[in-house]
C-alpha cells in the first residue's frame, strides 16, 4: 500500500540548531515533493517544492533534499528561530490522476531558547 | 486578493442532520480538493475536482458529496452527519504541479 511517512514524535532543539525532518514514502512515483507550514488553528502554508529531476533546492534558511531511489525528503531548518515552532508536512504530487496532492501526517517542530 | 475562503469557521451538528461546507477561491486555480484532518492523521483527501464539472474520490470519500459547477466554488456537502465525521476540513485550490492555498478550516463536531 502507499504511505507517506514522518516522524510521529515531536522534534525539541536548541535555538540555532539545524533542524532536521524526514519524509519517507512507499509505493509512489511523485512528480514532485512540497513542504508545507501549519501553526495551530491554521490552515497548511506553502515553503518549498522540489520537482524529481532536483536533488537539492534551497529557500533563505531552507533547504530541501529529494532522493528518489532512497525515496526520501529531508527538510532542514538552519539557524533556528523559536519562530520556526510549528507542524511541518510533506506533500507528494503525481501528475495525471488528477494531480493529487497526498500529505504526510507532519512533524512538530520546537524550537527551545 | 481573498485566495481561498472557507465558510463556517465553526459548526456543531446532531447526528443525522446535513449540512454545505463552502468553499470559493480567486486565483482561477483548475484544482481544488477537500481534505479532513483528524489528530495523527495528517491530511486525508475527501474529494477533488480537476476543472468545472469534474470531480473524484479521493483517500476517505463515504458520506461526503461534491459539485463543481464554476471554477471558483467547491461545496462540501455531508449527507447525513455522524460522529465520526468530527473533524477539521480544510479546502485547498491550486494550479498543476504548482503550491497549494488552503482556507482557514471548518471545526466540526456532530453529536
Known amino acids: 500500500s502507499q504511505k507517506i511517512e514522518q516522524n510521529s514524535e515531536a522534534l525539541n532543539i536548541q535555538e540555532g540548531k539545524t533542524a532536521t525532518l524526514t519524509c519517507n514514502y512507499t509505493?509512489?512515483?511523485?512528480?514532485?515533493l512540497q513542504w508545507y507550514r501549519q501553526d495551530p488553528g491554521r490552515g497548511p502554508v506553502f515553503l518549498l517544492l522540489i520537482r524529481e529531476n532536483e536533488k537539492e533546492k534551497r529557500k533563505e534558511r531552507l533547504k530541501v533534499t529529494f532522493d528518489t531511489t532512497l525515496k526520501q525528503s529531508l527538510f532542514h531548518i538552519t539557524a533556528s528561530q523559536p519562530a520556526d515552532s510549528a507542524t511541518y508536512l510533506c506533500a507528494l504530487g503525481v501528475t495525471g490522476g488528477g494531480n493529487k496532492l497526498t500529505f504526510g501526517t507532519g512533524t512538530q517542530l520546537k524550537v527551545e531558547l | 486578493n481573498a485566495g481561498v475562503t472557507q465558510t463556517p469557521k465553526f459548526q456543531v451538528l446532531k447526528t443525522g442532520q446535513s449540512m454545505t461546507l463552502q468553499c470559493a477561491q480567486d486565483m482561477n486555480h483548475e484544482y481544488m480538493s477537500w481534505y479532513r484532518q483528524d489528530p495523527g492523521m495528517g491530511l486525508r483527501l475527501i474529494h477533488y475536482?480537476?476543472?468545472?464539472?469534474?470531480?473524484d474520490q479521493g483517500e476517505v470519500p463515504n458520506g461526503y458529496n461534491v459539485s463543481r459547477s464554476t471554477t471558483e466554488d467547491f461545496p462540501l456537502r455531508l449527507l447525513s452527519a455522524a460522529p465520526s465525521q468530527t473533524s477539521v476540513y480544510f479546502c485547498?485550490?491550486?494550479?498543476?504541479?504548482?503550491?497549494?492555498?488552503f482556507g482557514q478550516g471548518t471545526r466540526l463536531t456532530v453529536v
Open positions: 475536482s480537476v476543472g468545472a464539472g469534474i470531480t
Open positions: 509505493n509512489y512515483s511523485p512528480a514532485y
Open positions: 485547498a485550490s491550486y494550479l498543476r504541479g504548482g503550491e497549494a492555498f
